[in-house]
């Protein structure tokens, strides 16, 4: 009898947790059904993180409970500071506003920039798009024949990248080469995004970029890679390596002590959550759930993977709990670590 009992208990108890389960995803479905929901990319159109939006928004919507239309919209702005402002800050918590912007600008509170209106911590995440290592490279040898990076370090003319802002990884990481290994480099700022970048290397305004993604160097320069005008001269994954950078030099190899490692974690680890995509802080946690799952399944969605195949991206997803779990972890980091890592990616002062 007792046995009976429980049994009727236990069926009534996981009918009861699926009838709540198939209520929240109705009401998820019910909220988004005939509305648009927007993504704002931190960037301008053509570069990297906007391909790689876009290809991912066509099929999103498809997977979110209720089927939105989705729609991207270009926010360039303080190296996509202006995306992470708007999404904390001012955007609908709602669920029907997302944002993309660098890891590396989701962290700019913890080195003390003012202008950060945010705490990444407070951000629904809803994953990153890809988990990648990012590299630095030349066009045209920079007029120096320079193939290598020990060919960069002996430079006696300067070397000029360029970047959207001091807080963009394409500024950070030349400045590392600069302030860490003593590279004869200076960064022109005031571009969009890597595409302006791009047009300018061509232009003979720059000689180079940095934050160069796999994704984007295989979508947007292969042919220059292969024609020999693009090279890849430094990579800076810690404990693997990109085959496709060929014999770029891993950074990490340069690096004599843990406590330069350690340093170096703080500003390259961060450039693995290479198109994090976040939710304002309150928008509810249903809905939240709902998008960390669409987004995994759009990302194995074989529409999906015909068209980056066209264009030569790939997607690593990172999961929304794993995403958030890295910024707590970055904020754990001791302060000392942080200054000085602060201090080997600070602008040269006019």
């Known amino acids: 009898m007792l046995r009976s009992i429980y049994c009727l208990a236990t069926t009534a108890a996981v009918a009861l947790f699926a009838a709540s389960t198939v209520s929240h995803a109705d009401a998820v479905a019910d909220f988004y059904k005939g509305k648009e929901l927007t993504i704002n990319v931190g960037y301008g159109a053509g570069g990297g993180y906007d391909t790689t939006t876009r290809i991912f928004a066509r099929h999103f919507g498809k997977h979110v409970p209720g089927n939105p239309?989705?729609?991207?919209?270009?926010?360039?702005?303080?190296?996509?500071?202006?995306v992470a402002n708007f999404t904390?800050?001012?955007?609908?918590?709602?669920?029907?506003t997302l944002g993309v912007f660098a890891s590396s600008t989701a962290l700019e509170p913890l080195f003390g920039n003012k202008q950060a209106a945010?705490?990444?911590?407070?951000?629904?995440?809803?994953?990153?798009?890809?988990?990648?290592?990012?590299s630095c490279a030349l066009w045209k040898g920079a007029g120096q024949g320079i193939k290598t990076l020990p060919d960069l370090l002996k430079a006696t003319?300067?070397?000029?990248?360029?970047?959207?802002?001091?807080?963009?990884?394409t500024s950070q990481h030349p400045l590392f080469l600069k302030n860490m290994?003593?590279?004869n480099v200076r960064v022109i700022y005031g571009y969009k995004g890597t595409k302006d970048v791009s047009l300018a290397m061509q232009r003979g305004e720059v000689d180079g970029s940095c934050g160069m993604f796999e994704s984007s160097v295989r979508s947007a320069y292969d042919q220059h890679i292969r024609a020999?005008?693009?090279?890849?001269?430094?990579?800076?994954?810690?404990?693997?390596?990109?085959?496709?950078?060929?014999?770029?030099?891993?950074?990490?190899?340069?690096?004599?002590?843990?406590?330069?490692?350690?340093?170096?974690?703080?500003?390259?680890?961060?450039?693995?959550?290479?198109?994090p995509l976040a939710a304002p802080p309150g928008t509810p946690k249903d809905r939240v759930a709902a998008l960390r799952k669409a987004m995994l399944d759009t990302l194995k969605d074989p529409a999906l993977l015909a068209d980056a195949g066209k264009l030569k991206v790939d997607f690593d997803p990172v999961t929304g709990e794993?995403?958030?779990?890295?910024?707590?972890?970055?904020?754990?980091?001791?302060?000392?670590?942080?200054?000085?890592?602060?201090?080997?990616?600070q602008p040269e002062k006019k």
């Open 69 to 82: 239309t989705v729609v991207v919209q270009n926010m360039p702005g303080a190296g996509s500071m202006k």
């Open 88 to 96: 904390f800050a001012v955007a609908p918590k709602d669920g029907t």
């Open 118 to 134: 945010y705490d990444p911590r407070k951000f629904e995440w809803i994953g990153s798009l890809h988990r990648d290592i990012a």
């Open 157 to 169: 003319k300067t070397v000029t990248f360029g970047s959207t802002s001091p807080t963009a990884i």
């Open 181 to 183: 290994l003593g590279a």
């Open 228 to 275: 020999g005008e693009f090279k890849i001269v430094v990579q800076f994954g810690r404990d693997r390596t990109v085959a496709y950078f060929g014999d770029a030099t891993p950074m990490y190899t340069l690096l004599k002590t843990d406590e330069q490692k350690k340093v170096a974690d703080v500003i390259f680890r961060q450039t693995e959550l290479a198109r």
């Open 322 to 345: 794993e995403t958030t779990q890295m910024f707590v972890d970055f904020y754990n980091t001791s302060p000392a670590l942080v200054q000085q890592a602060a201090k080997m990616t």
